[in-house]
Antibody, heavy 125, light 107 residues
Framework: QLQLQESGPGLVKPSETLSLTCTVS??????????WGWIRQPPGKGLEWIGS???????YYNPSLKSRVTISVDTSKNQFSLKLSSVTAADTAVYYC?????????????????WGQGTLVTVSS | DIQMTQSPSSLSASVGDRVTITCQAS??????LNWYQQKPGKAPKLLIY???NLETGVPSRFSGSGSGTDFTFTISSLQPEDIATYYC?????????FGGGTKVEIK
Protein backbone atom coordinates (compact mmCIF):
# COMPACT_ATOMS: atom_id res chain seq x y z
CA GLN A 1 0.00 0.00 0.00
CA LEU A 2 1.47 3.29 -1.09
CA GLN A 3 1.82 5.92 1.64
CA LEU A 4 2.75 9.57 1.40
CA GLN A 5 3.76 11.82 4.28
CA GLU A 6 4.24 15.57 4.20
CA SER A 7 6.78 17.20 6.48
CA GLY A 8 8.04 20.71 7.11
CA PRO A 9 7.53 23.82 9.25
CA GLY A 10 3.98 24.58 10.31
CA LEU A 11 4.66 28.30 10.62
CA VAL A 12 6.31 30.54 8.03
CA LYS A 13 6.84 34.30 8.20
CA PRO A 14 5.44 36.59 5.50
CA SER A 15 7.82 37.17 2.56
CA GLU A 16 9.79 34.02 3.39
CA THR A 17 9.86 30.70 1.54
CA LEU A 18 7.60 27.79 2.44
CA SER A 19 9.38 24.43 2.14
CA LEU A 20 7.73 21.03 2.38
CA THR A 21 8.86 17.48 1.63
CA CYS A 22 6.76 14.46 0.73
CA THR A 23 8.19 11.04 1.57
CA VAL A 24 6.81 8.13 -0.42
CA SER A 25 6.81 4.62 1.05
CA UNK A 26 5.45 1.31 -0.18
CA UNK A 27 6.40 2.10 -3.76
CA UNK A 28 9.03 3.76 -5.92
CA UNK A 29 8.89 7.42 -6.87
CA UNK A 30 10.81 6.41 -9.99
CA UNK A 31 7.88 4.51 -11.49
CA UNK A 32 7.36 5.50 -15.10
CA UNK A 33 3.58 5.52 -14.69
CA UNK A 34 3.19 8.37 -12.27
CA UNK A 35 3.66 12.02 -11.65
CA TRP A 36 3.75 13.41 -8.12
CA GLY A 37 1.70 16.44 -7.19
CA TRP A 38 1.12 19.12 -4.61
CA ILE A 39 -2.37 20.40 -3.81
CA ARG A 40 -3.42 22.92 -1.17
CA GLN A 41 -6.61 23.87 0.64
CA PRO A 42 -7.04 27.14 2.57
CA PRO A 43 -9.06 26.71 5.78
CA GLY A 44 -12.73 26.27 4.93
CA LYS A 45 -12.14 26.59 1.20
CA GLY A 46 -11.68 24.41 -1.86
CA LEU A 47 -8.77 22.56 -3.43
CA GLU A 48 -6.07 24.16 -5.57
CA TRP A 49 -3.51 22.25 -7.60
CA ILE A 50 -0.03 23.74 -7.16
CA GLY A 51 2.15 21.67 -9.49
CA SER A 52 3.51 18.25 -10.37
CA UNK A 53 6.78 16.51 -11.09
CA UNK A 54 7.93 13.36 -12.90
CA UNK A 55 10.79 11.30 -11.49
CA UNK A 56 13.01 12.59 -14.29
CA UNK A 57 12.56 16.12 -12.94
CA UNK A 58 10.06 17.31 -15.54
CA UNK A 59 7.60 19.73 -13.94
CA TYR A 60 4.45 21.68 -14.66
CA TYR A 61 2.86 24.29 -12.47
CA ASN A 62 -0.39 26.10 -11.89
CA PRO A 63 -0.02 29.25 -14.02
CA SER A 64 -1.31 31.41 -11.16
CA LEU A 65 1.52 30.23 -8.86
CA LYS A 66 4.24 29.46 -11.38
CA SER A 67 6.40 32.49 -10.63
CA ARG A 68 6.74 31.47 -6.96
CA VAL A 69 6.80 27.65 -7.10
CA THR A 70 9.63 25.15 -7.42
CA ILE A 71 9.06 21.41 -7.17
CA SER A 72 12.01 19.02 -7.09
CA VAL A 73 12.55 15.29 -6.71
CA ASP A 74 15.16 13.18 -4.90
CA THR A 75 14.82 9.63 -6.17
CA SER A 76 17.54 8.35 -3.83
CA LYS A 77 15.38 9.29 -0.86
CA ASN A 78 12.02 8.55 -2.56
CA GLN A 79 10.99 12.13 -1.85
CA PHE A 80 9.75 15.18 -3.69
CA SER A 81 9.65 18.72 -2.38
CA LEU A 82 7.80 22.00 -2.71
CA LYS A 83 9.15 25.50 -2.34
CA LEU A 84 6.82 28.49 -2.45
CA SER A 85 8.51 31.86 -2.21
CA SER A 86 7.35 35.29 -1.02
CA VAL A 87 4.47 33.87 0.99
CA THR A 88 1.60 35.93 2.37
CA ALA A 89 -1.33 35.13 4.64
CA ALA A 90 -3.20 33.98 1.52
CA ASP A 91 -0.82 31.00 1.33
CA THR A 92 -2.04 29.68 4.68
CA ALA A 93 -3.47 26.27 3.87
CA VAL A 94 -3.34 22.53 4.35
CA TYR A 95 -0.80 21.26 1.85
CA TYR A 96 -1.23 17.77 0.41
CA CYS A 97 1.10 15.66 -1.66
CA UNK A 98 -0.34 12.96 -3.89
CA UNK A 99 0.45 10.31 -6.47
CA UNK A 100 -0.82 11.41 -9.86
CA UNK A 101 -1.90 8.88 -12.47
CA UNK A 102 -1.40 10.20 -15.99
CA UNK A 103 -2.13 7.13 -18.07
CA UNK A 104 -4.51 4.22 -17.65
CA UNK A 105 -4.16 1.18 -19.94
CA UNK A 106 -2.40 3.29 -22.56
CA UNK A 107 -5.01 6.07 -22.46
CA UNK A 108 -4.26 9.57 -21.16
CA UNK A 109 -5.77 10.24 -17.79
CA UNK A 110 -4.94 12.58 -14.92
CA UNK A 111 -6.07 12.09 -11.36
CA UNK A 112 -4.75 11.76 -7.82
CA UNK A 113 -5.27 8.35 -6.28
CA UNK A 114 -3.07 8.25 -3.16
CA TRP A 115 -2.84 11.30 -0.92
CA GLY A 116 -0.84 12.25 2.15
CA GLN A 117 -2.75 13.24 5.28
CA GLY A 118 -1.94 16.91 4.70
CA THR A 119 -0.02 19.43 6.76
CA LEU A 120 -1.23 22.84 7.87
CA VAL A 121 1.12 25.70 7.08
CA THR A 122 0.30 29.06 8.62
CA VAL A 123 1.86 32.25 7.32
CA SER A 124 2.15 34.73 10.16
CA SER A 125 4.72 36.93 11.81
CA ASP B 1 -7.94 28.84 -18.38
CA ILE B 2 -10.76 26.31 -18.17
CA GLN B 3 -13.22 27.24 -15.46
CA MET B 4 -15.23 24.61 -13.63
CA THR B 5 -18.68 25.55 -12.31
CA GLN B 6 -19.93 23.05 -9.77
CA SER B 7 -23.48 23.11 -8.44
CA PRO B 8 -25.10 23.21 -6.05
CA SER B 9 -22.60 24.48 -3.48
CA SER B 10 -24.53 22.61 -0.80
CA LEU B 11 -27.50 20.31 -0.51
CA SER B 12 -29.51 18.55 2.14
CA ALA B 13 -31.15 15.20 1.44
CA SER B 14 -32.66 12.28 3.31
CA VAL B 15 -31.10 8.85 3.70
CA GLY B 16 -32.04 6.81 0.65
CA ASP B 17 -32.50 9.82 -1.62
CA ARG B 18 -30.91 10.13 -5.03
CA VAL B 19 -28.39 12.96 -5.04
CA THR B 20 -27.07 14.67 -8.16
CA ILE B 21 -24.20 17.13 -8.49
CA THR B 22 -23.22 18.81 -11.73
CA CYS B 23 -19.98 20.25 -13.03
CA GLN B 24 -19.79 22.43 -16.11
CA ALA B 25 -16.57 23.23 -17.93
CA SER B 26 -16.06 26.53 -19.75
CA UNK B 27 -14.87 24.60 -22.81
CA UNK B 28 -14.82 21.05 -24.15
CA UNK B 29 -12.72 18.77 -21.92
CA UNK B 30 -13.76 15.46 -23.50
CA UNK B 31 -14.03 13.01 -20.59
CA UNK B 32 -11.14 14.47 -18.59
CA LEU B 33 -13.17 14.85 -15.43
CA ASN B 34 -12.75 13.22 -12.02
CA TRP B 35 -14.76 13.23 -8.79
CA TYR B 36 -13.48 13.19 -5.20
CA GLN B 37 -15.07 12.88 -1.78
CA GLN B 38 -13.59 14.76 1.18
CA LYS B 39 -14.66 14.21 4.76
CA PRO B 40 -13.80 16.81 7.44
CA GLY B 41 -10.16 16.75 8.45
CA LYS B 42 -9.29 14.13 5.84
CA ALA B 43 -7.59 14.09 2.47
CA PRO B 44 -9.79 13.82 -0.61
CA LYS B 45 -10.59 10.34 -1.88
CA LEU B 46 -10.93 9.50 -5.57
CA LEU B 47 -14.35 8.09 -6.47
CA ILE B 48 -14.73 8.44 -10.25
CA TYR B 49 -12.08 8.97 -12.92
CA UNK B 50 -12.41 9.88 -16.58
CA UNK B 51 -16.04 10.92 -16.09
CA UNK B 52 -17.57 7.51 -15.53
CA ASN B 53 -15.04 4.97 -14.26
CA LEU B 54 -15.59 3.81 -10.70
CA GLU B 55 -12.38 3.61 -8.71
CA THR B 56 -11.63 0.17 -7.27
CA GLY B 57 -13.31 -0.40 -3.93
CA VAL B 58 -15.80 2.46 -4.26
CA PRO B 59 -19.45 1.47 -3.67
CA SER B 60 -21.58 1.14 -6.78
CA ARG B 61 -24.13 3.69 -5.53
CA PHE B 62 -21.66 6.31 -6.78
CA SER B 63 -21.62 7.01 -10.50
CA GLY B 64 -20.55 9.64 -12.99
CA SER B 65 -21.54 10.56 -16.51
CA GLY B 66 -21.05 13.20 -19.16
CA SER B 67 -18.57 14.42 -21.71
CA GLY B 68 -17.63 17.66 -23.39
CA THR B 69 -18.71 20.44 -21.03
CA ASP B 70 -21.44 18.92 -18.87
CA PHE B 71 -20.89 16.28 -16.23
CA THR B 72 -23.03 14.67 -13.54
CA PHE B 73 -22.14 12.85 -10.32
CA THR B 74 -24.85 10.75 -8.69
CA ILE B 75 -25.31 8.96 -5.39
CA SER B 76 -28.19 6.58 -6.10
CA SER B 77 -29.18 6.08 -2.47
CA LEU B 78 -27.65 8.48 0.04
CA GLN B 79 -26.13 6.83 3.11
CA PRO B 80 -25.12 8.48 6.41
CA GLU B 81 -21.45 7.81 5.65
CA ASP B 82 -21.72 9.81 2.43
CA ILE B 83 -21.81 13.08 4.35
CA ALA B 84 -18.87 14.96 2.86
CA THR B 85 -17.85 17.60 0.37
CA TYR B 86 -17.54 16.45 -3.23
CA TYR B 87 -15.22 18.02 -5.81
CA CYS B 88 -14.90 17.66 -9.54
CA UNK B 89 -11.47 18.04 -11.14
CA UNK B 90 -10.57 18.58 -14.80
CA UNK B 91 -7.28 18.46 -16.62
CA UNK B 92 -6.02 20.03 -19.82
CA UNK B 93 -2.70 20.99 -21.32
CA UNK B 94 -2.30 23.81 -18.79
CA UNK B 95 -2.82 21.71 -15.71
CA UNK B 96 -5.53 20.67 -13.31
CA UNK B 97 -8.48 22.59 -11.88
CA PHE B 98 -10.95 21.68 -9.16
CA GLY B 99 -14.56 22.74 -8.93
CA GLY B 100 -15.72 24.75 -5.94
CA GLY B 101 -17.15 21.77 -4.09
CA THR B 102 -20.59 20.57 -3.00
CA LYS B 103 -21.28 19.99 0.67
CA VAL B 104 -23.75 17.14 1.17
CA GLU B 105 -25.69 16.97 4.42
CA ILE B 106 -28.42 14.74 5.81
CA LYS B 107 -31.87 16.28 6.16
Amino acid sequence: QLQLQESGPGLVKPSETLSLTCTVSGGSISSSSYYWGWIRQPPGKGLEWIGSIYYSGSTYYNPSLKSRVTISVDTSKNQFSLKLSSVTAADTAVYYCAEQITMVRGVISNYFDYWGQGTLVTVSS
Amino acid sequence: DIQMTQSPSSLSASVGDRVTITCQASQDISNYLNWYQQKPGKAPKLLIYDASNLETGVPSRFSGSGSGTDFTFTISSLQPEDIATYYCQQYDNLGLTFGGGTKVEIK
